[in-house]
């Protein structure tokens, strides 16, 4: 059979990486989308050393139209279809996040990967996907994009409110929605991999890299029947 094939950015480290290694062992073959071609070059030696070979580099900018065509094109001219995308590129932006006091270009940054970044390639990479005969995206989320959890003052996570992050992730999570509505043919979901420790937060998450990487992965890898429109996490279902 032949491998079905898989798009992540922002993979040349952290969840991303660790996704590329679970479904690269599972046996898919990986497009590792990096914007930067030394770290991504080294993220793949990394995977190769490991022997998994199924992975190669694609450079891809998230957030530049360019690079986004250009990666669209040099994988279409490698191959006719593309199974899965995971948009797991992110960013938190400056951290703390104070609403009256975060500044406006911290939101555009912000907002500018989480946000119109997963649009722009997804809506590039599209027609690729419309030729798989099981066509998958998974838009990595955070529970910090969760109103109902951000309504509930028993959650774990209840002060931790942020003015652009979290948002960013709500606006993504109704994006997914509205894809998912659009593409019936297509499973789309929001996958939260949890508070994980990485750089993205300085180390300081209570989640390995392997615990998060985990519910992407399981998405990732549903059938025709697995669900759409749906925001998850581990632990199954999150409120919106």
Same mark, same amino acid.
């Given at each position: !059979?032949?491998?079905?094939? %898989?798009?992540?950015? =922002? ?37 190769? +050393? ?16 360019? +690079? %986004? ?6 994988? +279409? ?6 199974? %899965? ?6 960013? $938190? ?23 119109? =970044?997963?649009? *722009?390639?997804? #809506?590039?990479?599209?027609?690729? !996907? ?5 066509? *998958?995206?998974?838009?990595?989320? +955070?529970?910090? =994009? ?9 959650? *774990? ?9 979290? $948002?960013? #992730? ?22 939260? $991999? ?17 615990? =998060? ?7 990732? !890898? ?19």
């Amino acid at each position: !059979m032949e491998k079905q094939t %898989v798009l992540i950015t =922002g993979a040349n480290k952290g969840i991303g990486l660790e996704t590329a290694r679970q479904l690269a062992v599972a046996g898919y073959y990986i497009y590792l989308g990096c914007r930067d071609e030394a770290r991504g070059n080294e993220a793949v030696e990394q995977l190769h +050393s490991e022997g998994l070979t199924n992975v190669e580099l694609l450079l891809i900018d998230v957030i530049d139209d360019e +690079s %986004v065509q250009r990666a669209y094109e040099t994988l +279409s001219a490698k191959i006719d279809h593309l199974d %899965v995308l995971i948009n797991n590129a992110g960013i $938190p932006g400056s951290i703390p996040q104070p609403v009256l006091d975060t500044p406006i270009e911290t939101y555009r940054k912000v907002y500018e990967v989480n946000v119109f =970044g997963v649009a *722009r390639v997804t #809506k590039t990479f599209v027609p690729l !996907m419309q030729n798989s005969p099981n066509p *998958r995206i998974v838009n990595v989320t +955070s529970d910090l =994009g969760s109103l109902g959890l951000h309504s509930d003052p028993s959650w *774990r996570h209840y002060e931790v409110k942020t003015a652009a992050y979290g $948002p960013s #992730k709500s606006a993504l999570n109704g994006y997914t929605i509205a894809l998912a509505y659009e593409l019936k043919n297509f499973r789309i979901n929001a996958v939260n $991999p949890g508070y994980t420790k990485t750089d993205f937060n300085n180390n300081q998450g209570y989640k390995t890299v392997e615990d =998060g990487a985990a519910p992407i992965v399981k998405y990732a !890898m549903i059938d025709k029947d697995g669900p759409t429109g749906g925001y998850f996490s581990d632990y199954g279902v999150t409120p919106w």
